[in-house]
């Protein structure tokens, strides 16, 4: 019945019009998917031709990777700031473009690269040699690690090789004159005769005075120099297999089974026992050795090697005991010393002179102890430890997984993951990338704990891992950004900047003035008297000296040479505030060229080299269609 009347309702007029609504929104559905269509994938292209997405991530990481290893946590904080992060990318990007606009250039001119020569290239790298043959199993065990076939890593190597040629011949045909050098060199290596006025600032610090209103003036227009840096309060929990180690249980039982199954492990390396006589080279090396036969023909005409030893060694500790040292196994004796010692025989047997870096040496063998297992009992809380660590570490990798799997499945918080290790969760309070405590001051831990991703999305980070058997899972509980301290709190340090710079003020208007007398050739002893200065004279100042102030030195060589004996004169302010008046007196050029001038002639040439490629890649751009998809650039992490 129910039927009968829910197919009376469909042959309805309302039945029909809400059907075929129903159906025009399928079908609208469709055209939209097939308006809209798939979002881009490609980040790039250039001349019609996509960068991939799987080049830019491959790109990406090895040059973040690159970094990493360059820069190490310096980098980790650096890419903390997703400003820099973009920028990072972007720049990843660009070089790919560059370098497919440079393919297409080598295309255009016919550039190839034979099979052969492919092989050849393939044949000589170091990377598949054994024994310094190639060989084809490595060959394809390295090529399969890096997820690529033979035929992928055939075209990629000719996609450099071809790149490689373009480039070589652009920049092979730069070069540097030698005179070219050889003026440059000269600049290099030039000194200059200075005289120097120097007016410090905190001098004059008892002449400023400071308003309420010039602090609140400054403390407004330098709000900048007064921020808190950026903080964070975290959860955490830590996993420590050194800890964990110390928790586990090993039984003597279980020491014992574990000894027994290893015995290789135990083994105590062959030990011998030996005599010695020693005799220094003191002055005379030669005089030395021929004392040293002697005594060895009278050891082998049968004297006594005891009554030798106590009446000719130097090494008295020894020769007390008639020469005898202590066992000793391999490598603990010097190499030669040691190389004779082990090649006697039988116990009583004497070496020929073995010379060492103390001396001349007889040795006389006394004793063999071969190698044989260490007792259980000197080996056991060895033993132990080592079963503890294996477990903890075995231990610790389960607890990882856990510890990943949990955080990443209840993203909240920490608690349910810290109930599935039996951890505690530790908080911190605010902290700044500067003063992070341990173990949060390592650097892939601050840029986790600093990422807008965890703050805006309160999540648990990844796991990360420290190092030394240590990981760590956080989650951020509390974000303090940049912000500018109150006045109050910055008062003394306003009050302090102010009466510097006035200071520095005063200083550059007493300075200017004696300027313009020395520029007009006037004496200024007594003006310099007045005012408690004196003249610093330097002379053979170099372009790269250490002990004056860099701003000072560059503006130094950067005065005009010296006229009619007249010095070039300058007024200049270095980091500090202070005000020194630069007087140049003279220009030193040597005349001969340094050894420095082959390492300048080559750099030159690299640089007309990297400007000539910068000019290539630039003209390049400008005639190609370069199109950027921010979206798809943005997928990269």
Do not use: C
Not at 564 to 584: C, F, M, Q, W, Y
């Amino acid at each position: 019945m129910m039927l009968d009347k829910l197919r009376e309702g469909a042959q309805g007029t309302v039945a029909k019009v809400i059907l075929g609504l129903i159906i025009l929104s399928f079908a609208l559905a469709g055209v939209g998917s097939y308006l809209n269509g798939p979002a881009r994938s490609a980040p790039a292209t250039v001349n019609g031709i996509d960068i991939s997405q799987q080049a830019l991530e491959n790109a990406y990481r090895n040059e973040r990777a690159r970094m990493e290893s360059q820069m190490g946590d310096a980098f980790n904080q650096l890419a903390a700031n997703p400003d820099y992060m973009k920028q990072f990318r972007r720049s990843v990007l660009d070089r790919l473009i560059d370098q497919a606009l440079v393919d297409g250039k080598a295309r255009d001119l016919g550039l190839r690269v034979s099979d052969e020569q492919i092989k050849q290239a393939i044949v000589a790298m170091p990377e598949f040699a054994e024994n310094g043959k190639f060989n084809n199993d490595r060959y394809l065990q390295l090529i399969r690690r890096a997820n690529m076939t033979p035929e992928m890593f055939r075209d990629s190597l000719r996609q450099d090789m071809v790149r490689q040629q373009l480039v070589g011949a652009l920049l092979g045909t730069e070069f540097a004159l030698k005179g070219e050098a050889e003026q440059l060199d000269k600049l290099y290596n030039q000194t200059r005769d200075l005289r120097l006025v120097r007016l410090a600032a905190d001098r004059y610090q008892g002449e400023v005075k400071v308003s309420d209103e010039e602090v609140e003036q400054f403390y407004k227009s330098n709000a900048p120099r007064f921020m808190n840096d950026e903080k964070v309060k975290v959860d955490y929990l830590l996993l420590d297999a050194a800890t964990m180690g110390k928790e586990i249980k090993v039984t003597e039982q279980e020491a014992r089974d574990y000894y027994d199954q290893h015995q290789d492990l135990f083994q105590r390396a062959e030990r011998r026992q030996v005599a010695h006589i020693l005799i220094p080279f003191d002055k005379d090396e030669k005089a030395a050795e021929q004392k040293a036969a002697g005594l060895l023909t009278e050891l082998k005409g049968g004297a006594d090697f005891a009554a030798l030893a106590k009446a000719n060694s130097s090494d008295t500790f020894s020769a007390k005991k008639g020469g005898e040292l202590d066992w000793f196994e391999k490598g603990v004796m010097d190499p030669a010393f040691e190389q004779a010692a082990f090649a006697l025989k039988q116990a009583g047997d004497l070496s020929n002179l073995v010379k060492s870096p103390f001396g001349f040496h007889i040795i006389k063998l006394i004793g063999v102890e071969a190698a044989k297992a260490k007792p259980f009992s000197d080996v056991m809380s060895d033993t132990i430890a080592r079963l503890q660590a294996d477990k903890a570490k075995e231990q610790f990798f389960n607890l990882q997984q856990t510890m990943a799997d949990t955080s990443f499945e209840n993203p909240d918080s920490l608690d349910m993951t810290a109930d599935a290790l039996g951890l505690k969760v530790q908080s911190v309070d605010y902290f700044s990338q500067g003063d992070a405590p341990a173990p949060l001051n390592d650097g892939k831990v601050l840029s986790a704990a600093f990422s807008e991703q965890l703050r805006d999305e309160n999540t648990n980070s990844d796991v990360i891992e420290l190092g030394d058997g240590k990981a760590v899972v956080l989650h951020v509980t509390g974000y303090q950004p940049k912000a500018v301290k109150p006045l109050a709190e910055v008062k003394a340090q306003v009050v302090a900047a102010i009466t510097h710079d006035k200071a520095s003020e005063i200083a550059r208007g007493k300075a200017q003035g004696l300027v313009e007398q020395i520029k007009a050739g006037d004496d200024i002893r007594a003006e310099l008297a007045a005012l408690g200065l004196e003249i610093e004279t330097h002379q053979g100042v170099a372009r790269f000296a250490q002990d004056l102030d860099q701003s000072l030195l560059a503006d130094a060589f950067r005065l005009p040479h010296p006229v009619d004996g007249k010095p070039s004169v300058d007024l200049v302010t270095e980091a500090n505030g202070d005000r020194v008046i630069v007087a140049l007196d003279k220009v030193n050029v040597p005349k001969e060229a340094s050894q420095m001038l082959t390492m300048l002639q080559g750099q030159l040439g690299q640089g007309k080299a990297q400007a000539s490629y910068q000019s290539l890649v630039e003209a390049l751009r400008k005639s190609a269609k370069i199109e950027y998809f921010a979206d798809a650039e943005a997928t990269v992490e």
